[in-house]
């Protein structure tokens, strides 16, 4: 039967539109250009909310892009007037559409994370990585920490995906890194992640409530980037945000309420002369409201000086 002879009706002639993009407008996108101010625009009218690695639609759609075509992420100009075939612009714009039509993070279309130069698998059951924590680990947290390399024991809780532990054990060679999550789906996606870097004689996950799990043991070093988003915040939460796990975000009335638990519980499971360092977005204000009379220290990153916290052991309630 000839092609044609099967479609002739419009259910059928829409089925080949959509199956083959028959006369499909998109057919004229043919260069790396073509589809990223296609995706550019995609994105905007859709009003896609990027708070999970990219700035903006522009660089949301360059890394689509790159990432669907292969391509080294960092390596645009050479490849924009590349004339892209037929069957790999498909899977291009499958991409596009599902980001925008989904509305979910990007990390979670592509199941990759980047903070730096280190990659990490992700997926729906991890929040997708970001942490200021990132650019002070690349210099091993100095000059908070003196040596770096003096560091044996460090704490990685709410842990997630693994991805600060994997950056510890690289800013700190050598230490023993336990990474914490209360959830198991998390600690599996943090397995992947630390088997992906060969570390797992040196990170080990722990499934406990923060410190519940770890009876007496002691740090060096206590990192945590724990859920913070206060009860306002996470009624007025665009949808992205939506796709991650509520448990990782939520924080109680003033996102405070597991950050309390952290200030409390560390004294117990910090080695004298140790560091606490959390993070907590954009609650400065609420923190030192709520602790007006501890030494807190605000790390600088990248502009922003209200993110991260750290505290000596013996600058904390109850260190004695």
């Not at 990432?67 to 590349?82: I, K, M, N, W």
């Not at 980001?99 to 997708?128: M, S």
């Not at 109680?252 to 910090?270: M, T």
Request: glycine share 6%; aromatic share 8%; with cysteine.
């Amino acid at each position: 039967m000839a092609h044609h002879d099967h479609c002739d009706d419009e259910h059928c002639d829409h089925e080949s539109h959509e199956h083959e993009h028959a006369h499909d407008p998109r057919d004229e996108l043919v260069t790396v250009r073509d589809l990223i101010r296609y995706a550019v625009s995609r994105f905007n009218r859709a009003q896609l909310y990027f708070g999970h690695g990219s700035a903006d639609a522009y660089d949301e759609a360059v890394y689509l892009v790159l990432h669907s075509l292969a391509l080294p992420l960092d390596r645009l100009e050479p490849f924009l007037d590349a004339c892209i075939p037929s069957d790999e612009r498909g899977a291009v714009l499958d991409l596009v559409d599902a980001r925008a039509e989904t509305r979910k993070p990007a990390a979670y279309l592509t199941k990759e994370a980047w903070l730096g130069d280190f990659r990490f698998y992700v997926d729906e059951r991890v929040i997708v990585p970001r942490s200021y924590f990132a650019e002070l680990l690349e210099h091993g947290l100095m000059p908070w920490i003196s040596d770096p390399e003096s560091v044996s024991s460090a704490l990685d809780l709410c842990t997630g995906s693994g991805c600060l532990a994997i950056l510890m054990a690289h800013s700190f060679p050598n230490a023993g890194i336990d990474a914490v999550d209360l959830s198991a789906d998390a600690l599996d996606v943090a397995k992947i992640n630390v088997e992906d870097y060969g570390l797992e004689d040196r990170i080990e996950l722990i499934k406990s409530d923060l410190f519940t799990g770890l009876g007496g043991q002691r740090y060096d070093l206590i990192l945590s980037n724990p859920p913070y988003v206060t009860q306002e915040a996470m009624d007025e939460l665009p949808a992205e945000y939506r796709h991650e796990p509520e448990m990782a975000l939520a924080a109680g009335e003033d996102g405070l309420d597991i950050v309390r638990r952290i200030l409390a519980e560390a004294p117990a499971h910090l080695n004298p002369g140790g560091l606490l360092a959390v993070e907590v977005g954009h609650n400065r204000h609420l923190v030192e409201a709520a602790w007006s009379e501890l030494p807190l220290i605000w790390l600088n990153t990248d502009g922003h000086d209200e993110a991260i916290f750290a505290i000596h052991r013996e600058d904390l309630p109850g260190a004695n």
